[in-house]
């Protein structure tokens, strides 16, 4: 048949033509561009998961730059806080050199003394001046701000590291569950029989060592010495032994007596030891010291209930007794307590609490206040560290102010006093009349500063190292393969397409020369009309 209308192989030809020059255009542009997904036709869900995998790819390469950015952060800050320390250490050689008043001239000591409010204030400046792109490191502008905190419940509070995940603040309780305790032994001073007129004395001459976690010293006691000049006398030398006496009922000095440590806590921090050299006189009844049992509550005195305790067993013979940490919870987790300090560490909270004695110490009723709560309302230092914003991809972490004035806070004669104290004209600098026999406060302050730099800096060391440095290597393995499946997806496969476009160019060369035939074919029809 012979049609001149329709010319179906010539259009047969046209079509396979257009397939194989699009199939050409597709080749040519991926070879240019050197990516196979170029649009969403050529592969749709290929170009799904590739944007996808692309958007990951830029969380994950943003975030080692963030984790990098924060380690030179960290750097810079510990690099002043390197200063800081040498300060510190500069001032406790010259608080040790004055300490040495025998051969220290007041003239020498108020030389120290400048040189100590020099170091002070350069502690101070460098607190208020340490800077990263105009970020403040050390002025407090990354701690946490606290709302709420009781004076008569709380002496200090220093909050590491908090996440508020949704809310704008947390709200932290504290239940004490435990009470903290001195070393403490008990002396009687009822006697029975014919010694009952010497109530309140000592019975014969001895010689008493007493030891606590300052030292060890003897102080020789004569008959008949009451209980009252007993006490003095271990009192005298409280600075040596760090162990206090007291008398049971001042009122009443056939109360008994109590030996007790200064501070709180177990171990080496707070005990106290009384042995008398040589044994009891065999004349005169034995010298007792009685300790409670299992760590039982202190008891309500006055007045002591001597026969009733003793015989019950809360009271044992023993020459030796150790604190007790305080024990609490906060938000329901178990702190850790050291002395009237608590500290809980987890992924959510993190802070150190130093309780008042109030609030630490069992009360004579034998139960425990209501919970003592604050608001942490803000503040601290927040890291975004992973390619998506969540709380579990991101770190926080709290840097206290390293001035003078919040730097070293002890608790002396019952308040908190700083490193800002040991300048001029403050209690425990080194002209003061009433420090200057007893450096004893100025050195606790000093070492309290000297443990809060070092923790600070370990506590950055270990966030650098732990967290940041971990960080991206887990995030450069990550974009690593990221970028594998991405480019397995997405790039071009230029041996495939060369040959791919080979093809391509030889079916368009051939669908030319088809089309071009088919064209001619019509004009057969002419012969027809010869």
Known sequence: ??????????????????RANEDLSVRLERLA???????????????????????DLRGVEQGIKNAERASSVISTTEASLNEVSDLLNSIKALVVESANTGAVSDEERDANQQQID????????ISNTATFGGLRLLDGSLDYTLSGVSASAISKAQVLGASFAASPNLQVDVEVLGSAQTGALYMRGDYTGANQALNGTLLSSMTLRIAGPRGVTEIQLTSGQTLEGLAKAVN???????VEASVLNPADLSSGLVFSSEAYGTGSKAFVTVNRIGGPDPSADSFTTYKLTNDEPVPNYPPFPWAGYITGGQLTTSGHDEGKNVQALVNGILANGDGLGIAV?????????????????????????????????GGGALFQLGPE??????????????ASSQLGGTLVDGGIQFLSSLKSGEFNSLSNSESRQDFSSASDILEAAVDEIAILRGRLGAFERNVLETNVRSLQSAFENLSASQSQIRDADFAAETSALTRSQILVSSGTSVLQLANQQSQAVLQLLG
Do not use: C, H, W
Request: hydrophobic share 35%; proline share 3%.
């Open 345 to 377: 560490r987890s992924p959510s909270l993190s802070l150190q609490v130093l309780l008042t004695e109030a609030k630490a110490i069992q009360p004579t009723t034998g139960t425990y206040d209501s919970t003592t709560t604050f608001t942490i309302t």
């Open 389 to 402: 914003i969540n709380a579990n991809q991101q770190t926080n972490l709290g840097v206290q102010s390293v």
């Open 1 to 18: 048949m012979a049609r001149i209308n329709s010319n179906i192989s010539a259009l047969i030809a046209r079509a396979n033509l257009n």
């Open 33 to 55: 561009t050197g990516v196979r997904l170029n649009r969403g036709a050529d592969d749709p869900a290929g170009m799904i998961i590739s944007e996808r995998i692309r958007s």
């Open 236 to 242: 005298t030398l409280t600075g040596l032994t760090g």
């Open 118 to 125: 020099s170091a002070i204030d350069s502690i101070t400046r």
